[in-house]
């Protein structure tokens, strides 16, 4: 009798864990809604100084290691009207002196949308300092670099900045 017991419950679990894997595996269940599926929320970066900075100090590095198309990446979207990334990336790759050590120096923040921040750099296999500044721009929920005009003007020529 106990084999007819086991029988009868097999009988009965396994039809029953087939249909439960059916609908876990979302087979069958091609009409659920939108609300049952899982949301992805993308958080903006804050509009703070020090979010700028960080921002900025990234693009910094990635010019330091020679990561163009990092750097360009976070440029923004009127900076990448000037110049296409693969123009870009062909031209700096070429440029002397972009590479070496960053550090930033100074933060200010005018308004919600707008920092400046101020480096100096050490371009590699000197030792002599040289002072600049950058603009970042708040767009699209993080900030973007916003190369300075000349700097544009040359990439535009195809030159050096």
């Known amino acids: 009798m ?3 017991y086991r029988g009868l419950a097999l009988a009965i679990a396994v039809p029953l864990v087939l249909v439960a894997a059916a ?3 979302g087979k069958g269940s091609e009409d659920a809604s939108a609300s049952d599926r899982p949301t992805v929320e993308v958080t903006a970066q804050p509009q703070d100084a020090q979010s700028a900075q960080v921002a900025a100090e990234q693009v910094l590095d990635n010019l330091s290691e020679g990561d163009w198309a990092g750097a360009y990446d976070m440029w923004t979207d009127g900076a990448k009207s000037a110049i296409g990334k693969d123009a870009y990336i062909e031209l700096v790759s070429t440029c002397t002196g ?3 050590d960053y550090q930033v120096t100074a933060v200010a923040q005018p308004d919600a949308t707008t920092t400046t921040i101020k480096w100096t750099h050490v371009p590699a296999g000197t030792t002599a300092s040289q002072a600049g500044q950058s603009t970042l721009k708040y767009e699209h929920g993080a900030w973007r670099l916003e190369p300075d005009q000349a700097a544009l003007a040359a990439y535009k020529q195809n030159k050096c900045p």
């Open 2 to 4: 106990t084999r007819t």
């Open 23 to 25: 609908g876990c595996s």
């Open 98 to 100: 972009l590479q070496g």
